[in-house]
């Protein structure tokens, strides 16, 4: 486990580095966004398809998206409960439910998985996200921002779901794999050779989006409880769903790992759009990405 951190840690440490010395004269913010935008609708959606058209789906997958539910909705209300002990802006209170709800289970979640547990550990990733974060995120996660952001958009969260692309591969490679569909060989190199370049991308971009200039004591003092929720309270909860639902071995530790991942990063983009405190959110985000390369391996030692 920590072999995979430290690696985890050195990819991340080059996207920061960029960050302060443009590779080619590019600044890291527009290289992120370049890098993100492939992964997004190119690499990403192939290593989905690839992965859920072949791996075993069952009453597993259900006991994954429900453990991954709840954490994600219980950590919500924990965060709106901490939140009336806190003098909070309508924009700190969005952003600070956002980053206590939704973990990155793809950008750091898929990579150490996909390292402690090969192609099974990837399966995990995804449904653990794309079976119920990302759905969380797109409807519940969308209408709080609105509500409480600052901003002239009007939302429609199914039109949003629809516009992912790596959904619906999820959608098509769920499907292929219980009709019984084989995947042709031509099919299982070229989207193999695709989802390969997603985990080295996606750390890359990861430390690309570090903004250390935030990590002030007076910042990550008033986001601390958004931290706690994240890195605590979230993989308790869904240890306790995943114990109560009698998943045992690697799948257990596996999904209670996806839990304890840092704040997703994709958040950022929903505070800039609906008008919340950006800053508020990139400093949580930061100190937890840092934070969990310790907790990480903690959690792994006490599962396994």
Same mark, same amino acid.
């Given at each position: 486990m920590f072999s995979v951190i430290a690696q985890m840690a050195f990819t991340i440490g080059l996207g920061v580095l960029w960050r302060y010395y443009p590779v080619g004269g590019l600044t890291a913010d527009r290289a992120r966004i370049a890098l993100t935008t492939s992964v997004y609708y190119f690499f990403l959606p192939a290593l989905v398809l690839d992965v859920l058209w072949r791996a075993p789906l069952g009453v597993d997958t259900f006991k994954i998206m429900l453990a991954a539910a709840t954490g994600v909705l219980v950590s919500m209300?924990?965060? $709106? #409960? +901490? /939140?009336? $002990?806190?003098?909070?802006?309508?924009?700190?209170?969005?952003?600070?439910? =956002?980053?206590?709800? $939704?973990?990155?289970?793809?950008?750091? @979640?898929?990579? =150490? !998985?996909?390292? !402690?547990?090969?192609?099974? @550990?990837?399966?995990? /990733?995804?449904?653990?996200? #794309? &079976? +119920?974060?990302?759905? #969380?995120?797109?409807?519940?996660? #969308?209408?709080? /921002?609105?509500? !409480?952001?600052?901003?002239?958009?009007?939302?429609?969260?199914?039109?949003?779901? !629809?516009?992912?692309?790596?959904?619906?591969? +999820?959608? $098509?490679?769920? +499907? &292929?794999?219980?009709?019984?569909l084989p995947q042709p060989d031509w099919a299982q190199g070229f989207l193999g050779r695709m989802g390969g370049a997603v985990v080295p991308i996606m750390l890359l971009a990861l430390g690309m989006s570090l903004r250390l200039s935030t990590l002030t004591p007076r910042h990550l003092w008033r986001v601390s409880p958004a931290l706690l929720i994240q890195i605590i309270l979230m993989p308790l909860i869904v240890l306790a769903v995943v114990t109560a639902l009698h998943l045992t071995g690697d799948l257990r530790v596996a999904v209670v790992l996806e839990a304890a991942t840092p704040v997703m990063i994709l958040g950022l983009v929903l505070c800039d759009r609906f008008g919340l405190d950006t800053e508020m959110y990139a400093t949580t985000a930061t100190a937890s990405i840092l934070l969990v390369l310790v907790t990480l391996p903690l959690w792994h030692y006490l599962l396994v």
């Open positions: 209300a924990a965060m $709106f #409960l +901490a /939140a009336r $002990f806190m003098t909070l802006t309508r924009g700190q209170l969005g952003a600070l439910v =956002l980053a206590a709800s $939704f973990p990155n289970a793809t950008y750091m @979640g898929l990579p =150490l !998985l996909s390292s !402690l547990y090969g192609d099974a @550990g990837k399966a995990i /990733a995804i449904q653990y996200d #794309l &079976f +119920a974060c990302t759905p #969380l995120l797109l409807s519940v996660g #969308l209408l709080l /921002a609105a509500r !409480l952001g600052q901003h002239d958009e009007v939302v429609h969260p199914i039109k949003s779901l !629809l516009l992912v692309p790596p959904l619906w591969a +999820a959608i $098509f490679g769920a +499907a &292929f794999n219980l009709i019984g």
